[in-house]
């Protein structure tokens, strides 16, 4: 199973212990990190489909502003945890797959965000 497989689960089930083991955190942030992650993969795939149409469009980082908890949550997390150290990078405040994962990983886990990840709507 990779982090993909496992944000997703995470989602479902709201059980940290596949995601974290090094660091501690509420299931409220942790919660706000994954929908970030997730919603972040998800726009990226949509720009793949813009960009397999011919329009103007490019793949983007996830900007990362320590201003907001959920920011300084996202780097503890890449920083501490191997599962996510393993799979994304922070690099001048900008989120994004590590350097290590292939074109076609990179890929195949936008494509199954953008299937399988769909968050409720509030109205």
Not at 7 to 16: D, F, H, R, S, V
Not at 26 to 42: C, G, R, T
Not at 51 to 68: F, P, R, T, W
């Amino acid at each position: 199973m990779n982090i993909v497989d496992k944000l997703l689960e995470y989602m479902e089930t709201k059980n940290q212990k596949n995601l974290l083991s090094k660091i501690e955190m509420s299931d409220y942030e942790l919660n706000v990190v994954v929908v970030n992650i997730l919603s972040w993969l998800k726009l990226e795939h949509k720009r793949s489909i813009w960009i397999s149409q011919g329009k103007k469009n490019c793949h983007k980082a996830l900007e990362v502003d320590m201003q907001y908890p959920w920011c300084v949550n996202l780097c503890k997390i890449v920083e501490k945890e191997k599962l996510f150290h393993d799979y994304f990078s922070i690099k001048d405040g900008k989120f994004d797959f590590s350097n290590e994962v292939s074109d076609e990983d990179k890929k195949i886990a936008r494509e199954k965000v953008y299937q399988n990840y769909n968050p409720k709507r509030h109205t």
